[in-house]
């Protein structure tokens, strides 16, 4: 499938913004879908709404084999050992609250260590901060080095065997480090801690095989790899998951409930309390066929090649500064000297190219950085060198149009 045949089945892209085509360069944030999905929505909500599991009339089963289906369908895709290990969230920032929640204030003491790193997103510090409070626990950062990479002496150094948690991003938000997560997960096991994974911006551009990768839990979202918004994974090792406690209660989790006690079903459902995100399911099952009928090794192959003409278009453009090691994935993280990030933004918009500024969710490295806020360009399986070039076009333009008014 060449690209103009990837194109042609987004609908959103083919739309002016402010009287030019559009150019998505926000896919980190959040992808756009293609028809597969869209219509498998569609299809659920026409032909076959219902609940799942309870009942047993023609609508609730068609239902419950989709959900089902599309469980088995991310099992294969990340490689997990069987479907007890898939759970169903609401996004990445829910499964790591559930490992936060569930796991680590059930097993974490006073002078135990949680290991991060400044590169986290808000999503894989904050639910980590508040496992510290409560438990006693210390929470540590591995140091990048200068151009915003691991080390792993670093990683040897800062986890030691007090560490009982080590949670590290596969892929920066801002910087695009891929970070060597197989190599961490060995120190951290060697140390006898556990490995969580927030795989949110590697698992839409790569091939994700969570037991080659040997982590303990692994997060991510579908709306980042073309599948609906509302719906996540958290992959966990069955044997920690039969020993942790619910996250949340109420209906579908249970098995038997009496006056003052109640017993919970087997895995995955005890963690999937109350009406499922069945529709968000379906959608994510659909987004994940699309993917592997592109190819998850075509799809990356093509990101390297876009990031790093990028990175050769816009090194030439006079005092920008971006951020991030040379290899990275598809995103580009940058400042224009003297322009805010803000501004940057809101004259690309004008020009129809879409791109995020701000602090990404990631504030801790913003002051590691030395910045208050960047711009981020990043790219995904239907952008083109042609959208770079009109993006380093605007770069040139906003430089020039700043530089003149003030």
């Known amino acids: 499938?060449?690209?103009?045949?990837?194109?042609?089945?987004?609908?959103?892209?083919?739309?002016?913004?402010?009287?030019?085509?559009?150019?998505?360069?926000?896919?980190?944030?959040?992808?756009?879908?293609?028809?597969?999905?869209?219509?498998?929505?569609?299809?659920?909500?026409?032909?076959?709404?219902?609940?799942?599991?309870?009942?047993?009339h023609t609508l609730g089963t068609r239902a419950t084999d989709g959900y089902e289906g599309a469980r088995e369908k991310v099992r294969k895709f990340i490689n997990a050992a069987s479907i007890?290990?898939?759970?169903?969230?609401?996004?990445?920032?829910?499964?790591?609250n559930a490992v936060a929640s569930s796991y680590a204030r059930a097993?974490?003491?006073?002078?135990?260590?949680?290991?991060?790193?400044?590169?986290?997103?808000?999503?894989?510090?904050?639910?980590?901060?508040?496992?510290?409070?409560?438990?006693?626990?210390v929470l540590k950062y591995i140091p990048l080095t200068e151009d915003g990479r691991l080390d792993l002496e670093d990683v040897q150094k800062t986890v030691t065997a007090k560490t009982k948690i080590v949670?590290?991003?596969?892929?920066?938000?801002?910087?695009?480090?891929?970070?060597?997560?197989?190599?961490?997960?060995?120190?951290?096991?060697?140390?006898?801690?556990?490995m969580v994974v927030d795989g949110a911006q590697s698992t839409p551009h790569m091939k994700i095989d969570v037991r080659d990768l040997d982590c303990d839990f692994f997060a991510f979202s579908g709306h980042k790899m073309c599948g609906p918004t509302g719906i996540g994974v958290l992959y966990g090792k069955k044997e920690l998951?039969?020993?942790?406690?619910?996250?949340?209660?109420?209906?579908?989790?249970?098995?038997?409930?009496?006056?003052?006690?109640s017993t919970w079903k087997e895995l995955p459902w005890k963690f999937e309390a109350g009406t499922p995100i069945i529709a968000g399911a379906i959608g994510l099952g659909a987004a994940i066929d699309f993917l592997e009928q592109?190819?998850?090794?075509?799809?990356?192959?093509?990101?390297?090649?876009?990031?790093?003409?990028?990175?050769?278009?816009?090194?030439?453009?006079?005092?920008?500064?971006?951020?991030?090691?040379?290899?990275?994935?598809?995103?580009?993280?940058?400042?224009?000297?003297?322009?805010?990030?803000?501004?940057?933004?809101?004259?690309?918009?004008?020009e129809g190219i879409a791109v995020r500024a701000g602090h990404h969710c990631a504030q801790p490295l913003m002051r590691y950085l030395n910045v208050t806020a960047t711009a981020r360009a990043s790219f995904y399986l239907y952008n083109t060198e042609e959208e770079v070039d009109k993006l380093v076009s605007a770069l040139i333009k906003t430089k020039e149009y700043f530089t003149n008014v003030f």
């Open 241 to 261: 998951l039969e020993n942790m406690e619910p996250f949340e209660f109420g209906g579908e989790m249970i098995d038997f409930v009496n006056l003052h006690e």
């Open 1 to 56: 499938m060449n690209i103009q045949d990837i194109r042609e089945l987004f609908p959103i892209l083919h739309q002016d913004v402010n009287g030019h085509p559009l150019v998505y360069l926000d896919s980190a944030a959040t992808s756009q879908k293609p028809r597969p999905v869209i219509e498998a929505i569609d299809k659920y909500y026409r032909e076959y709404n219902s609940n799942v599991h309870r009942g047993v």
């Open 84 to 96: 007890e290990e898939v759970i169903f969230t609401r996004g990445a920032t829910t499964s790591l």
């Open 167 to 194: 949670s590290v991003t596969q892929v920066s938000n801002v910087l695009g480090t891929i970070n060597p997560i197989k190599e961490i997960a060995k120190i951290a096991h060697e140390n006898g801690a556990i």
């Open 107 to 137: 097993n974490l003491k006073a002078g135990d260590e949680i290991v991060i790193t400044y590169m986290e997103h808000h999503a894989n510090i904050i639910p980590w901060q508040q496992v510290a409070k409560a438990t006693g626990a």
């Open 294 to 350: 592109v190819g998850l090794k075509n799809i990356e192959a093509h990101e390297h090649k876009l990031a790093q003409y990028a990175l050769e278009r816009m090194s030439t453009i006079e005092g920008i500064t971006i951020y991030g090691p040379k290899e990275r994935a598809g995103l580009v993280t940058f400042n224009i000297e003297d322009v805010h990030p803000h501004d940057v933004a809101t004259v690309l918009d004008a």
